[in-house]
């Protein structure tokens, strides 16, 4: 069995769990923790989950919405950090790494297991030192979460067909983007090949994977600035030809409850 949550989702912090379970144990872990430990620790209790049921911590890369409380959440909870090479440098040179704590290196071109849970990394093109992100499976069913790439590519789009579940970033919607507050570079940045989907870019990503199997599809890391909830939610209902109702929307405060794929 193999169930997920979301403690938060967006640029102000992100944080998922996910859970394998077999005829013996039960794995959990974190994607990302860009929370503080306290308010970690408070949303893992509102999942009803307390932090000694966290096995281990996945990084997909090191900015701050993603690995603002990683080594801290590890280091007052005795819980391994995965992460790239790449990320841990970065980490490292911006003084956030805790010693002590147990890392261990993965690589887009092995999966990694922990106990009840198989981990595929997978590289994705962002402004980050060697980001990645994470299809995660209990060996029958498998979750993909895919935030924080500026365009797609052949490689994500083979690692995203045939899940069962599919938590996708709809960063923003282009004409607010530019029509917007931001300033022009940070427009650039975000709208570039190594900043994040659009609306309309996630909904073509969407209608060329394989989604035969698909049982849950939800839209993570939308922009409050630029970005608003019904727009996401059309374009990922168009791609599935579905009613909007059936696409979930992951937020800043509550991200989303428990999802289950038995
Ligand atoms: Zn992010
Ligand atoms: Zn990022």
Redesign the pocket.
């Given at each position: 069995m193999l169930r997920f949550a979301s403690l938060a989702s967006?640029?102000d912090g992100?944080c998922l769990v996910a859970e394998a379970r077999d005829a013996t144990r039960a794995t959990r872990v974190l994607i990302d923790c860009?929370l503080n430990l306290t308010d970690c620790e408070r949303r893992l209790a509102r999942l009803d989950l307390a932090p000694a049921d966290i096995d281990a911590i996945l990084v997909?890369?090191e900015?701050g919405?993603?690995a603002y409380g990683v080594f801290g959440f590890a280091a007052a909870h005795n819980v391994p950090v995965f992460l790239t090479y790449g990320a841990l440098q970065a980490l490292r040179d911006e003084g956030k790494v805790v010693e002590g704590v147990k890392v261990n290196i993965i690589t887009s071109r092995e999966p990694a297991a922990i106990d009840a849970m198989e981990v595929h990394p997978f590289t994705v093109p962002h402004d980050a030192r060697e980001p990645v992100q994470y299809v995660v499976s209990d060996g029958a069913s498998k979750l993909g979460v895919l935030?924080?790439i500026g365009t797609s590519t052949v490689h994500v789009e083979q690692k995203l067909s045939g899940l069962d579940a599919l938590v996708l970033e709809c960063n923003y919607d282009l004409d607010m983007l530019w029509a917007g507050p931001y300033p022009k570079w940070l427009k650039q940045r975000i709208a570039g090949p190594f900043g994040?989907l659009d609306n309309r870019q996630s909904e073509r990503l969407l209608s060329v994977i394989d989604r035969s199997r698909l049982k849950h599809v939800i839209g993570a890391?939308l922009s409050q600035q630029n970005n608003k909830p019904e727009l996401a939610r059309a374009a990922l209902a168009r791609a599935m030809n579905c009613e909007e109702s059936w696409i979930g929307l992951a937020t800043q405060d509550e991200g989303f409850g428990w999802r289950e794929l038995v």
């Open positions: 967006g640029s992100n860009g997909t890369h900015h919405d993603h935030t924080d994040h890391h």
